[in-house]
């Protein structure tokens, strides 16, 4: 198997635990919001609660997608492949999340209701999903921690050999998670992705000195 297919069947691979994975977990991240406020009062609140479980079920399956691209950046990296590629396979990963989790989302929240009731008292109301703009931040911000954990593998595999970088590279993703378990409640839905920035400038800048690893034979 030449290293093209052999990339194409690891990159395969990811993509098939992110597709089960934004299947899977629909439900759950549909009544995410129950987890905030199991029983919302007033109009605020319900298009609150609307909301919350639109982006959550329309990025369902987003952490196996960045763990994903994480994985391969690194395998990329280790196998001779170039930075686009790692990042390539992050779009990939993030547009197989969405392909299945965002109509899905698109199809049980389609805000019929919520427009009828909000417009028996004189609030009138958008219901399309994909023009809210707290959804389309939350995929957006999906979209770009999957390229940023892909750079992160990236650079994570050209210090492989480091203790220390692997270390700081495993802490890098707990604290990801832990700060957008607490974001994901309280905070802006863009806070989780800027943070990713963080490790991922950082994985660039402790690479830029090491030596690249060499291409495997008969690439």
């Given at each position: 198997m030449?290293?093209?297919?052999?990339?194409?069947a690891?990159?395969?691979?990811?993509?098939?635990?992110?597709?089960?994975?934004?299947?899977?977990?629909?439900?759950?991240?549909?009544?995410?919001?129950?987890?905030?406020?199991?029983?919302?009062?007033?109009?605020?609140?319900?298009?609150?609660?609307?909301?919350?479980?639109?982006?959550?079920?329309a990025?369902a399956?987003?952490?196996v997608?960045?763990?994903g691209?994480?994985?391969?950046?690194?395998?990329?990296?280790?196998?001779?492949?170039?930075?686009?590629?790692?990042?390539?396979?992050?779009?990939?990963?993030?547009?197989t999340?969405l392909?299945?989790?965002?109509?899905?989302?698109?199809?049980r929240?389609n805000?019929?209701?919520?427009?009828?009731?909000?417009?028996r008292?004189?609030?009138?109301?958008?219901?399309?999903?994909?023009?809210?703009?707290?959804?389309?931040?939350?995929?957006?911000?999906?979209?770009?921690?999957?390229?940023?954990w892909?750079?992160?593998?990236?650079?994570?595999?050209r210090?492989?050999?480091?203790?220390?970088?692997?270390?700081l590279g495993?802490?890098?993703?707990?604290?990801?998670?832990?700060?957008?378990?607490?974001?994901t409640?309280?905070?802006?839905?863009?806070?989780?992705?800027?943070?990713?920035?963080?490790?991922?400038?950082?994985?660039?800048?402790?690479?830029?000195?090491?030596?690249?690893?060499?291409?495997?034979?008969?690439?």
């Amino acid at each position: 198997m030449g290293p093209l297919a052999r990339r194409g069947a690891v990159f395969a691979g990811f993509a098939a635990a992110t597709a089960l994975a934004a299947y899977a977990l629909h439900h759950a991240n549909l009544d995410a919001w129950t987890w905030f406020n199991p029983d919302p009062q007033g109009f605020d609140q319900e298009l609150w609660a609307w909301l919350t479980a639109g982006a959550f079920a329309a990025t369902a399956g987003t952490l196996v997608a960045q763990l994903g691209a994480l994985l391969f950046g690194r395998y990329a990296q280790r196998d001779g492949a170039g930075l686009p590629t790692a990042v390539a396979a992050g779009l990939g990963l993030a547009l197989t999340q969405l392909a299945v989790a965002v109509p899905r989302a698109v199809d049980r929240l389609n805000g019929k209701g919520m427009a009828i009731e909000m417009a028996r008292h004189g609030h009138p109301f958008d219901p399309a999903l994909w023009r809210q703009p707290l959804v389309v931040t939350a995929v957006l911000a999906a979209v770009v921690s999957c390229l940023a954990w892909s750079i992160i593998g990236y650079g994570i595999g050209r210090r492989a050999g480091s203790v220390v970088h692997a270390v700081l590279g495993v802490l890098a993703v707990l604290l990801y998670v832990l700060v957008q378990g607490v974001f994901t409640g309280a905070g802006p839905w863009w806070a989780p992705a800027v943070l990713a920035l963080a490790p991922c400038l950082a994985a660039v800048l402790l690479s830029r000195n090491s030596a690249t690893t060499p291409a495997a034979a008969g690439t």
